[in-house]
């Protein structure tokens, strides 16, 4: 428990999140996407071109996801990981879920 919740100074309960996400779950959302995705992958260098794990699984969630071009990818692995910030700490809470649950569930796919 925080120093601020013993003291009574904030709460150490909150409500259950149905149809939206507060920043505080966004950001905890985000940073287990950076360290247990995004790091392994590499996606945070700045690096033209995509290795082949980044563009199979960018062109999985553009095609299944985003509904978008393929070819609108980012070139840029840093470009690819920021779109991703993005659509989770600041896109529809709906989207930013099934980011990270299609994302984890090609990656099981892939691997087993």
């Known amino acids: 428990m925080k120093f601020s919740q013993r003291m009574g100074i904030t709460t150490t309960h909150k409500q259950i999140q149905v149809e ?14 950076q360290l247990s995705i995004c790091d392994p992958l590499k996606l945070t260098r700045y690096k033209h071109g995509l290795e082949p794990i980044q ?25 690819l990981r920021d779109f ?8 529809e809470w709906h989207q930013a879920l099934e980011l990270i649950e299609e994302t984890v569930n090609y990656l099981i796919k892939t691997i087993s």
């Open 84 to 91: 991703f910030r993005n659509n989770i700490l600041e896109g």
């Open 55 to 79: 563009e199979s699984i960018a062109k999985y969630l553009w095609h299944n996801i985003y509904k978008k071009p393929i070819d609108t990818i980012p070139h840029y692995q840093y470009l």
């Open 20 to 33: 939206a996400l507060d920043l505080d779950l966004r950001n905890t959302l985000w940073n287990v996407f």
